[in-house]
């Protein structure tokens, strides 16, 4: 069996770690480049960064953030926000991320899966997925539906048929954020996380709503994840990456604890 992987996450807004509750209301918390490197020297298996406005704004993508942070965290780490295409994901990985995240680029184009998986392996393409429970329709029948441009456009996309589409093309790991549950520290959206990874043959990151290590225990075992994103909890230091780890490890579940 794989260890699960805990991967702090970072928002990012105009170069500075930023969080918000449902993508409203975003406040800055810190310096990205220094919060990573306090995650990789606390035991943290991965990074994920966000530049959470880039898409939105249509601006570039903050390749000064990732060739500072690949100076001081040497885990694994990948970035989303602002790619667009096969130029900015290698501008991405040459300056020193190990994987890239698309979300709004690959659902206005979703070739771009594909054309990422091929120059440079699915091993570096992540898709990343923000998904709201509307209701089962006509559109989304497993009630959860695609929302892009940092949660501001609905697609009429179904979350489920969007998942298996994505690995067709060539996606090697899906990053799943509920908006509904994001930032509010209740808990992951565990009947999605599910739907999401008896779906797909991919690793599924759980996304939005960790506030315990109970919630990452519950996400990783009956939400069947691979991998759990957290923020909030260790932003603000309600627990430290060894608390969580420890926490999983009593209850079983099996967790890298050397570094």
Request: aromatic share 8%; with cysteine.
């Given at each position: 069996m794989l260890s699960k992987r805990i991967i702090p996450c970072l928002d990012v807004r105009a170069g500075k770690t930023t969080k918000g509750v449902k993508f409203k209301n975003n406040i800055d918390i810190g310096d990205p480049v220094e919060m990573a490197r306090l995650?990789?020297?606390?035991?943290?298996?991965?990074?994920?960064?966000?530049?959470?406005?880039?898409?939105?704004?249509?601006?570039?993508?903050?390749?000064?953030?990732?060739?500072?942070?690949?100076?001081?965290?040497?885990?694994?780490?990948?970035?989303?926000?602002?790619?667009?295409g096969v130029d900015d994901m290698r501008r991405v990985l040459l300056a020193g991320a190990e994987k890239v995240s698309v979300n709004t680029a690959a659902v206005k184009d979703p070739h771009i899966i594909a054309k990422g998986?091929?120059?440079?392996?699915?091993?570096?393409?992540?898709?990343?997925?923000?998904?709201?429970?509307?209701?089962?329709?006509?559109?989304?029948?497993?009630?959860?539906?695609?929302?892009?441009?940092?949660?501001?456009?609905?697609?009429?996309?179904?979350?489920?048929?969007?998942?298996?589409?994505?690995?067709?093309?060539?996606?090697?790991?899906?990053c799943l954020n509920s908006i509904d549950s994001d930032g509010i520290r209740d808990g992951y959206e565990l009947k999605l996380t599910a739907l999401i990874a008896e779906n797909v043959g991919l690793p599924v990151i759980a996304s939005g709503g960790a506030g315990k290590p109970k919630h990452l225990y519950d996400v990783l075992t009956k939400g069947?994840?691979?991998?759990?994103?957290?923020?909030?909890?260790v932003h603000y230091g309600t627990y430290t990456i060894s608390q969580i780890k420890s926490y999983l490890d009593d209850f079983g579940v099996k967790i890298r604890k050397t570094w």
């Open positions: 995650y990789y020297e606390a035991g943290a298996d991965e990074i994920v960064f966000y530049d959470i406005t880039a898409s939105h704004e249509d601006r570039d993508i903050m390749i000064d953030v990732v060739e500072r942070v690949a100076k001081t965290a040497f885990i694994p780490f990948s970035v989303g926000g602002g790619i667009r998986a091929e120059a440079f392996g699915s091993q570096c393409i992540v898709l990343g997925m923000d998904a709201k429970h509307v209701g089962k329709k006509k559109n989304t029948p497993s009630g959860y539906e695609i929302v892009i441009n940092g949660g501001r456009t609905y697609t009429g996309i179904d979350a489920v048929e969007w998942a298996k589409e994505s690995e067709g093309l060539g996606a090697g790991e899906i069947k994840a691979d991998a759990a994103l957290i923020a909030s909890m």
